[in-house]
């Protein structure tokens, strides 16, 4: 198990298989990663999971969908390192942010869904926002890719 595992989230309105891994990378980056096997979802490619979370960005009253990034191409092209299960990578950025309070909230902003493909799962990863709505959101966009 992680190390730095901080604890489970189990809504109780999924299944007890399904569960998001809250952690803290590399010991300061609170993030929240969900592991989806390619049999427990119709989903095919990281480019299908993109466009989905692009429409449940779009269905989402007052959150603005920015773009989508090919990491693993970025990475590609610069001659990096990718690890070598990673097969595909994709970014989705977006703006949950519906007030501009101070300009410290820019440093959180925009949000980004990491789409990441190792063969035979998908990883689905997000640093956390700090506005419990807008996390709740990603969350449930992210366990309803698995088969229901």
Known sequence: MNQHLTHDLRPESYGVTDFLR?????????ITALDIAKTETTYISVTAIADYFR?????????SYIGSFDHHAHTLAIGGEIAPDITAAVNVLFCFGNALPNAQVLAVRPRSIGIADLRH?????FMDAPMKPANDAIQAWALALRNA
């Open 22 to 30: 809250s952690t803290h990378f590399q010991q300061k980056y609170p």
């Open 121 to 125: 799962h998908f990883v689905i990863s």
């Open 55 to 63: 429409a449940c960005i779009a269905s989402t009253p007052r959150v």
